[in-house]
């Protein structure tokens, strides 16, 4: 089976979308499919529309987004139809919806995603406020890549259904297969029975993982860390990340760290060390399509707490791998949870136990390479999956 991998973007920068494109390829590969890569690709007009966003955003009181400008993406097919002209391949696949909308070809597409543009439209900041035209745009180009598909995987059960619901697509030809953790494993279930007992019983460690400090709940992290203190759990948070952008001194429970870059060894090693000490991982998100750092603690077997938003759901399950909150959770729901599980220590350790299982059955690329080959094999027939 050959695939033509069509990215907006280099294919092999494992620092964008926080790797997910990179080990999705590397996924697929693993599964013995050949890729042949197309990307990256050119923005024509990025002068223009670069102007034309900066002026709109500065001037008007609505956003406007010019990676969903159709000049924009119907460049992106052209492209793309150039590249595919004397090419041997099964199928056209991408992990976004963005460069194939428009494409003219007599080969299936395939995209596999964490979103549809209705699912991101008012969640994230950076998609609210939108003007008319993006929001056409937006869901014009949408409609256009779920009609000429021939499959839609999403990587939850949340955006699967925002894709049949808002844009009427034939449920048969979306499915859900979700996202790995971005990182390389080869842990066993004897390592994280030893990653757990290295875990102090009188000390909670709590971990923010994130960039975005508001977005991902870091306002809530750090109360549920103080109250804890103040119940008389010893508890401490490390961030990793972004800085705490609060007026007030932090207390010294809490251990801010900045960014820590997974590419390099260095980085890498120092992250899988934090992670394997910390008890949770805490991200009481405000908006999230879908999480692969949920993914990546569960692989140490690092159980998460999180708001039931997006496409979380499908990530963490209830005493299985983690607790899901409400966005309107107060504190009080978070350390209840955490002082429970102190208290009868040997749950604690059977949940980080099966948060592991979770990782290794289900949330990782091998698993997730090996759905999407069948998958793939169903759509273009067994022979060429063999070529």
Not at 160 to 169: E, G
Request: proline content about 5%; charged content about 25%; some cysteine.
């Amino acid at each position: 089976m050959k695939l033509g991998y069509v990215t907006v973007f280099d294919p092999n920068n494992i620092k964008y979308h926080s790797g997910t494109p990179y080990y999705m390829a590397k996924a697929l590969q693993a599964q013995s499919i050949s890729l042949e890569y197309l990307g990256p690709l050119k923005e024509n007009f990025s002068l223009l529309f670069k102007a034309k966003q900066y002026l709109h955003n500065h001037l008007f009181s609505k956003r406007y987004r010019r990676d969903r400008e159709p000049l924009i993406l119907k460049g992106y097919a052209y492209q793309v139809s150039k590249k595919l002209s004397g090419t041997d391949i099964d199928v056209v696949f991408s992990p976004s919806s963005l460069p194939i909308a428009y494409l003219e070809c007599n080969k299936p597409i395939v995209f596999w995603r964490d979103a549809t543009f209705s699912g991101l439209k008012d969640f994230y900041v950076d998609c609210s406020n939108l003007c008319e035209q993006t929001i056409r745009a937006g869901h014009a180009h949408e409609q256009a890549a779920l009609n000429k598909c021939r499959l839609a995987i999403y990587s939850s059960e949340w955006a699967a259904k925002m894709a049949i619901n808002d844009y009427q697509v034939d449920p048969s030809k979306v499915k859900v297969v979700p996202f790995g953790a971005n990182i390389e494993c080869n842990r066993t279930v004897d390592d994280i029975k030893k990653i757990v007992d290295a875990r102090p019983i009188d000390k909670c460690k709590l971990l923010f993982l994130g960039v975005y400090w508001t977005r991902k709940g870091g306002d809530v992290a750090l109360k549920v860390t103080k109250e804890l203190n103040k119940l008389g759990l010893d508890t401490e948070l490390t961030v990793i990340g972004c800085q705490p952008p609060i007026k007030e001194t932090l207390p010294g429970f809490v251990k801010p760290l900045g960014f820590i870059s997974k590419s390099t060894t260095q980085g890498r090693e120092q992250l899988d060390r934090i992670i394997a000490e910390s008890h949770f991982l805490i991200l009481p998100v405000q908006a999230e399509c879908y999480g692969v750092v949920f993914c990546e603690a569960n692989s140490f077997g690092v159980p998460c707490l999180t708001s039931n938003v997006g496409g979380i759901p499908t990530i963490i399950k209830r005493d299985v791998n983690g607790k899901l909150f409400s966005k309107q959770a107060n504190t009080d729901e978070y350390c209840q949870y955490i002082c429970n599980l102190f208290d009868k220590y040997s749950e604690y350790k059977e949940l980080a136990l099966s948060s592991f299982n979770e990782y290794q059955t289900r949330l990782n690329w091998t698993v997730a390479g090996q759905s999407v080959k069948k998958l793939l094999t169903e759509v273009i027939g067994p022979k060429a999956s063999y070529k």
